[in-house]
Every structure is written in structure tokens, then in C-alpha cells.
């Protein structure tokens, strides 16, 4: 639970203390006031970056030069305290006073879940928007496929050089390593998405009464395996199979094949389901994937999630909205934004806080 939060020159926030020390936290206010920018630091607190921009010099108070952050979080008898400070444009976090080096030592110190308008684009973007949020549900819990992914970046940039440079003397040597490592990746999608399917199809039905929606996984690399009658490690399968389209990928001067050109749509009775949805359908299935993946972080780590909603109920009716904040996991704290005249009093319980928000400053 987070306990407070500090803030100095971030975004449009008075330089103050906030209490968060309860279960339900909401804010409301008008748009432009600084309601998401406290979910932002909430999450920048947890992962150590915005999921609004990549930018960090962005985040200052504007005519400001730096900006911190420092949270308190509690799990238990357990009391963690994260800060964030960004100086002469360069960023350190610290971790109980003590200087983290790379942002994967913060996994699993405060586990949020972020539902936010522009998760849309998990259902409607481009391949590489459901690749990204699998790849992002697998790094809230396992620290090691953080490596996995730099391993597989790493090696297929550095092949994506030499076949651009047409040097391919070193050619055999990155098929082997981004066979062993995009297998990695590719194993770990294909789990969790079963493990997912065991959850987002069951909660779509629930909401709407469809059922059979699942994500389908279509790798690129479909060899793996497929030789298992002639003994081939799935290894070899996939370095056989980049060999054998090494003179494409020589021509394009790019790598073609590999997790990084991996599907992930949502299909029912067949057939691709997105295409022909609704807009309030593609809007539904992007949220229901985030409380699958608060259901699936918590399976995975035995830990109750943070959940972080910035307007995300405004699209849907009542009754969904009833529904959906029904079936939402057990979680360690809730936090919301309404806009005014939103009905949140139907979602408060004695333990919700209401935090009115106007130009940066928050009142009870």
C-alpha cells in the first residue's frame, strides 16, 4: 500500500505530500489538472519510467531544472521507500537509500496495474502493441526475461548491421545466438498467453455473454518442434529455418523472421474478432485484458496488485461499469479519476478517500 508520496517539480503537482494510506484512493477533477499526473508518479515510482512519455526532461515543472519523487510503500510488516530524481538530465533511483543500477531490481516492489485510454491499442494497433504487452505482463514478475528480450535485441540488431553492411562473415555466429535466444522469448510468450486464455476469455463472457473469444499466439518461427519425429532440438529447427531464408533476409537487408515479427490477435469461432467489433467491443477487450493481467500477475507472484484507473469506466454503460468493477482481482489499493459529475459515489466503500484536484493542488 502505498502510504504517501512526495512530489518536487513534477508535471503541474505542488511541491507537497499527498496521504495515500488508504484502500481506495479517487481523484476528481476537470481534464488538465494534474489527476493523471499523480498515477503517473505512481507508476513511475514502481517502474522506474512514465507510461506517458519516453522523455524524462518532459516530466519537470515547466521553467523548472530538476524534478524528484519519493514514495513509501508498505506490504505488510514490510516498508519499501523508492526515489526518483532527475538532475542535469541524468536519472537516479534509489531503493531504500540505497542507488539501483538497472530499473529490474524495482520488480515486484509495488506491483501496479495501469488502465489507461491509449490501451485501445492493444486490441486495434499495430502487432508490435500486443507484443509489447505481453512481453510488459512477463516483466512484472520475471526479472529474467527482462535479459531475455535484451539478449534477442541485442543479437538482432547486430545481425540486422552486418546484413545491411553486407558482411557476413560473422552471419553463423548471430543465427546461433538468436536461434537460443528468440526460442527463450518465444516459449515464454506462448506460456503465458495459454495462462491468459485461462483468464480473458471467461471474464469477456461474463461482461458481454460471448463466448469462445481467445488470443491466438502465431509465431514467426512456426519450425520449432515441427521436426520432433527426426529428433531436431527446436533450436536446430529454428536456425535451419534461418538459413534456408538467409538469402531473403540478404536481399531486404533485414531480419524477417523471429519473435520480434511475432502475431497476437483475438479470434473467435475462426476468425479474427477485432475486425469486425465494435468500437465499445475493442474497448472492452482492452480492458478486460488489464484485469487479466492483474489475475495473472497475482497467480504469478502470490502478491495482491496496485490498480491504477485513469478514466478508463467513462466508455462504458452502467452496467458494465457495475460488472466490470465487480469482478476486478483482490487488490492491495485501488486508485482512480473521475471527471466531475461522474457518479464515483456508486464505486466509494467506507474506506474510499476523494481527493478533489484543481491546478495541481488536491483537497479532501
Known amino acids: 500500500m502505498f502510504l504517501y508520496q512526495t512530489f518536487y517539480n513534477f508535471r503541474n503537482l505542488k511541491n507537497d505530500s499527498i496521504d495515500l494510506s488508504s484502500k481506495e484512493v479517487y481523484f476528481v477533477g476537470e481534464n488538465g489538472q494534474g489527476k493523471s499526473n499523480i498515477l503517473e508518479s505512481l507508476y513511475y515510482s514502481a517502474y522506474g519510467i512514465s507510461f506517458r512519455t519516453h522523455v524524462d526532461s518532459q516530466i519537470i515543472k515547466a521553467g523548472e531544472k530538476d524534478f524528484s519523487l519519493n514514495s513509501m510503500y508498505r506490504f505488510g510488516n514490510d516498508t519499501q521507500k523508492v526515489s526518483v530524481i532527475l538532475e542535469n538530465n541524468k536519472k537516479r533511483i534509489e531503493k531504500n537509500g540505497k542507488r539501483i543500477h538497472d530499473r529490474k531490481e524495482l520488480i515486484n516492489t509495488i506491483p501496479c496495474i495501469l488502465f489507461c485510454h491509449d490501451d485501445l491499442r492493444f486490441a486495434t494497433g499495430e502487432p508490435e502493441c500486443r507484443r509489447f504487452f505481453i512481453d510488459q505482463s512477463l516483466t512484472m514478475y520475471d526479472s529474467s526475461y527482462i535479459d531475455d528480450l535484451r539478449n534477442y535485441k541485442k543479437v538482432l540488431k547486430s545481425r540486422n548491421l552486418i546484413l545491411k553492411n553486407h558482411d557476413y562473415e560473422m552471419l553463423d555466429v548471430y543465427d546461433g545466438q538468436l536461434a537460443a535466444y528468440g526460442l527463450i522469448v518465444q516459449e515464454k510468450r506462448k506460456k503465458a498467453i495459454f495462462q491468459f486464455n485461462e483468464i480473458f476469455g471467461k471474464i469477456f463472457e461474463d461482461i458481454t455473454g460471448i463466448s469462445g473469444l481467445y488470443i491466438y499466439y502465431d509465431p514467426s518461427w512456426k519450425e520449432a518442434n515441427k521436426n520432433s519425429e527426426n529428433f531436431c ?86 452496467d458494465k461499469r457495475a460488472k466490470l468493477t465487480a469482478m476486478l482481482p483482490e487488490y492491495e489499493q485501488l486508485f482512480c479519476t473521475f471527471l466531475p459529475g461522474e457518479p464515483y459515489e456508486r464505486y466509494m466503500r467506507d474506506s474510499t478517500r476523494v481527493y478533489k484536484i484543481k491546478g495541481g493542488e488536491w483537497y479532501d
Not at 536481399?251 to 483475438?266: A, V, W, Y
Not at 479474427?272 to 475493442?282: D, H, K, P, V
Open 233 to 318: 532440438p527446436a533450436s536446430q529447427d529454428i536456425l535451419n529455418y534461418l538459413t534456408n531464408h538467409r538469402e531473403t533476409d540478404k536481399k531486404m537487408e533485414t531480419t524477417l523472421s523471429g519473435p520480434h515479427r511475432d502475431k497476437i490477435n483475438f479470434v473467435k469461432d475462426r476468425n479474427y474478432f477485432i475486425q469486425t467489433a465494435s468500437t465499445g467491443q475493442c474497448r472492452l477487450v482492452s480492458l478486460l485484458l488489464r484485469v487479466a493481467q492483474a489475475v495473472y500477475l497475482a497467480r504469478a507472484t502470490g502478491l495482491k496488485p496496485v490498480l491504477l484507473m485513469d478514466d478508463v469506466l467513462l466508455e462504458l454503460d452502467p
